[in-house]
């Protein structure tokens, strides 16, 4: 019965993992930008391909005259779902969608290939100049209105892949996420949302697999030491040295590395050492500590304790030694729970309880 805990808790937390790092629930943020830049460097390679086709046709018969002569033009531009505009001596000469009025104003022998935001969407812009003729191509990426209802909605253009609580950022301080063009230069940056984001709660997915693996592992070890020693001092010694060796290598390793996704986990909000990072850390820290005094003052009979033979000025150095551990202990508490308020930047406002947050 026993090793079944030890195969359910290894099953229980090898799936945590295989799902964290197969996606088989959801995926991270580093995944969604690799995925869009890879769907996003495609589509632009074919997006000026295309230009550049235009460009030459536009060159030999003249923007204008692709309304008459436009099959291929249009069809191609219209399967990948990009627009095409020509321009000749500056002047726009052809379109083909006018959905999108295009910045003409800006002047079309000053534009390069950029990534753009016109009216309610961003594009990606591809620009190719053949002497008096000028082509663009605009891309859709995804539609941003100001106020959104059941037929205005911002959301990514069919293809990417992508949430549609993702933003969009110019600025790549903004964003860690950066997207780049087909020369490798940064066009753009992702922006995810914080915990409110669905990919937060698919992390509790794994993190559930993963608490329930430990708590059968610490049922095990558990059941191990009241088997073999009936929780005798080296059997507790034992047991929570296990338990403390675990913490730590978790501790050092960011271990599990789902559980380092969530905000809680980071040091935004609180940090006063090596040993507690984050605030869940401390909590973890904690949780640990309160469940070896538990199972100590539970499990273990100080009568075990080979006491008899001791003389009594062993007995009160024994009593001095256990005083002055309760004391260190107490001293400890109360640098943990100063560190709460001086180390974090948790607001401990007791003028209105119910709104204590950070």
Known sequence: MNYRLLISAILLIAFSLISFYS????????????????KFIEKQRKLEDLVTQFAEQAKNQGPE?????????????????????????????????????FLNYLGISRLENSFVKIQNGWYSLAVKH?????????MPVKK??????????????????????VNITLNPADSKFHVNGTND??????????????????????LFFFIVGMLLLIAFLQHEIKRLTNYSLSGMIVFSGILVALRAVF???????????????????????????????FLLNSLLIFY???????????????????SLKGKKRIVFLITMLAFLFAAQIVFWLTGLIVDSNIN??????????Y
Do not use: C
């Open 348 to 357: 401990f406002n007791l003028n209105n309880i119910f709104e204590l947050d």
């Open 185 to 206: 230069s940064f066009l753009f940056g992702l922006v995810f949302p914080d915990d409110s984001y669905p990919w937060a709660f698919k992390n509790l997915i794994s």
């Open 23 to 38: 996606g088989l629930f959801y995926k991270s943020a580093q995944e969604i930008t690799h995925d869009f830049s890879y």
């Open 144 to 165: 941003i209105y100001p106020h959104q209802n059941q037929y205005l909605q911002n959301v990514f253009l069919p293809g990417f892949s992508t949430p549609d609580a």
């Open 251 to 281: 501790l050092i390793k960011g271990f599990p590395p789902f559980l380092y996704q969530f905000e809680l986990f980071s040091p935004s909000y609180y940090a006063t050492s090596a040993i507690s990072p984050s605030l869940g850390d």
């Open 130 to 138: 053949q002497e008096n003729v000028s082509v663009a191509g605009l």
């Open 292 to 310: 070896l005094l538990y199972v100590i003052n539970t499990k273990f009979s100080f009568r075990q304790l080979p006491l008899d033979d001791v």
């Open 65 to 101: 005259m692709l309304f008459i002569h436009n099959e291929n033009i249009l069809e191609n531009f219209h399967d990948e779902g990009f627009m095409a505009y020509g321009f000749r001596n500056g002047e726009m000469a052809y379109w083909s969608d006018n959905s999108v009025p």
